[in-house]
């Protein structure tokens, strides 16, 4: 278990910005914090049948974070969205979905999210044992040249079958194809709810006009309304990047152009430049965190992964959300440092000193 002393020194010259900042912003009371009762009290009086009331409780009721209210999943959609050879070079036992899976289950994870494919090869063996998330729809690479949008590749029909407690999907919000996608989807997530099975909504931003002289996909600004839309179809979770900037708006209606509706005070009252306060203000845009928010980990870099992951964990739970969502960084190493490092993310939001800001 990682003290609240080994968490600071993993934080570095960050340690006092993010364990010590107190938000002036959206004060935490105004939030729907995690709890243990977070199922009976966020979802329960929501228009959830009782069967994803089940399913919800599968999900937060599993793993070293049980009973928490909080989440640790293990994504490994990877061999779709980024191919499998890019995403399985550097530890190639990732190819065989068993061990996808046992990485969860051994990692201390509330579920594994994955392809039809790999949980379907392995769901009579662990279906029981591990919350299945199937990921419905990706993108994918060999399209020449290169086009980003998501697609369909299976039934919520199917995920039910082979014992799916969820299913994922991801909308580009901002691209070309978003309006198919957010239909698409909304219908499935629809379907989903009526067959018993939770929701998760990867809210990712595409479009290159967002590149400017940051990049705003990662904008807090862009991304809360990104999670709002999401939430809108009756996403149950929201997966959704850390931000890292604000301001998206203001850039994309820089000069002629125009774009979106915004108010100043998203930038001079409901955050600040702290990464707590940026992520707080996605936690907001969930309904005020009556939908959890789950940010990603991220990208493996190599040897400052353990920092990386500790510090993201701190940045959402002091801003509200119910966990993080990470696997490059756990299957990407051998699988005793995958796990080693997803008890880290997970110590962090055992540790009663990491509070709300």
Not at 35 to 61: A, H, M
Not at 80 to 102: L, M, Q, R, W
Not at 270 to 298: F, H, W
Request: proline residues 3%; glycine residues 10%; charged residues 20%.
């Amino acid at each position: 278990m990682l003290s609240f002393e080994r968490i600071s020194e993993l934080l570095g010259k960050d340690s006092e910005l993010l364990l010590q900042h107190s938000s002036k912003t959206i004060h935490k009371s105004s939030l729907h914090m995690p709890g243990p009762e977070t199922v009976n009290d966020l979802y329960g009086y929501s228009s959830r049948n009782p069967q994803v009331l089940r399913s919800l409780g599968q999900l937060f009721g599993t793993g070293r974070l049980a009973q928490t209210g909080y989440m640790s999943i293990l994504p490994v959609d990877q061999g779709v969205e980024h191919s499998a050879g890019a995403s399985f070079a550097k530890n190639p036992a990732y190819f065989d979905p068993e061990n996808i899976v046992k990485l969860g289950l051994e990692g201390g994870c509330n579920a594994v999210a994955s392809t039809f494919g790999v949980l379907a090869a392995v769901s009579r063996k662990y279906a029981h044992k591990i919350p299945f998330i199937v990921k419905i729809n990706h993108n994918q690479l060999l399209t020449y040249p290169n086009r980003f949008d998501e697609v369909l590749y299976g039934t919520v029909q199917e995920a039910w079958n082979l014992g799916a407690a969820a299913v994922g999907a991801t909308i580009y919000f901002g691209s070309d194809n978003a309006d198919r996608q957010l239909v698409e989807i909304a219908q499935a997530f629809e379907h989903a709810h009526e067959l018993g099975m939770a929701t998760i909504l990867w809210c990712y931003l595409r479009n290159d006009a967002f590149k400017k002289d940051v990049d705003y996909h990662l904008a807090a600004d862009l991304t809360g309304q990104a999670n709002h839309l999401g939430v809108t179809i009756q996403a149950d979770i929201i997966k959704q990047k850390l931000p890292e900037v604000n301001g998206g708006y203001k850039a994309l209606n820089a000069g002629n152009s125009t774009y979106g509706k915004l108010d100043d005070r998203i930038y001079t009252e409901l955050t600040s430049d702290n990464p707590i306060d940026l992520c707080r203000y996605q936690v907001a845009n969930c309904y005020m965190g009556r939908m959890g928010l789950i940010n990603s980990g991220g990208a493996s870099a190599g040897d400052g992964d353990l920092a990386d992951a500790v510090r993201s964990a701190v940045i959402n739970k002091r801003a509200g959300g119910a966990g993080l969502i990470s696997g490059r960084k756990a299957f990407q190493r051998p699988m005793e440092e995958g796990v080693a490092l997803l008890h880290a993310i997970q110590d962090v939001y055992l540790n009663g000193e990491v509070t709300i800001a």
